[in-house]
């Protein structure tokens, strides 16, 4: 966030972040359907045993006004301050939205904040090349993980049907995001076949099913984006590195389903207040997530941190995430895609008075 810089808080760059808000917010709400529709937890009555005791998840007042309370703030001691409906004592969502904040305020203190922007960046890549090292002997790790949950579980029969149901929900969410939402959003602003415009991203979205990373996308997205349907480049080169790590619709669905999912599985029941609290938690951690296989784990157990559930409960998403992480991957790469083209649209004006592409 502190890489954006001042000059992009135009129409374009107002466009660009209600956009990502909008797919953000509607891919979570998705998710968070067909959880309550289909209730892939409670698919089978059974005791799992997939949680130690009775855990109380947090109450809807507490957590949301966690989450305002956070805007309130001026010291970051008092984020990460007790409150009630934390982890551990920890606010973790404060933190994040504290983080979210600090970024475009150094973003817009110009020059001034370049050495500390560089630390930053610098401390990013230190960490991402260590969670790759983790990655890699993360099988073994897995492995323990799902014995120790197997042991537990009395009946394993159920809670492998509840885990395909959970497959199946999140998968349906994304194929409505990605084949409905997204194209309706498209044809909606541009009046264009949504569905000729994914022919010339294919190259894009099979890439980032293979490598499970917007990140690692990006060049091909690129390609494109600007080869294939010509798209101007002064959007392009600002949109697509900024929705690699902010556009998350396909994090922000899965999330909201296995969230529901862990809590369903544990016999809690979340009410109307409790389910918007989560609609907003799930939009602040999916938003600025690393672009990296796997990075959705580490917001998921922000998500049920905050949420008061079972963080233990992770384990049982571990077993079929290989999957869902390439199928939310490639609908992250889509929103991208398809957010580009309805900025540049509505920007088109801007556009012919600046640069040529």
Known sequence: MSNVERKDFGKIGLRTFTYYLLTTVIA???GIFLAVLIQPGKSSQHDSGSSAGKTEAVQSVDAF??????FLSVFFIYCSAPIAGTSDGIN??????FSLAFGLILGSMGTEAKPLRDFFI???KAIMLLVNVAIWYSPVGIIFLLAGQVVKMTNAADVGRDVAMYTLTVIAG????????LPLIYFTVTRKNPFRFYGGILQALSTAFGTSSSSATLPVTLHCMEENHKMHKQVTRFMLPIGATMNMDGAALYEAVAALFIAQVNDMDFNLGQIIVLSLIVTAASTGAAGIPQAGMVSMMIVLGSTGLPTEDISLLLMVDWILDRIRTATNVLGDCIG????QHLSRHELRTSSPA
Request: proline share 0%; net charge negative; aromatic share 6%.
């Open 28 to 30: 979570a709400f998705t």
């Open 65 to 70: 006004l966690d989450l305002i309370s956070i």
């Open 92 to 97: 973790l969502v404060g933190l994040l939205v």
């Open 122 to 124: 610098c401390l990013n």
């Open 174 to 181: 994304l194929i409505i995001h990605g084949c409905f939402t």
């Open 340 to 343: 580009v083209a309805v900025v």
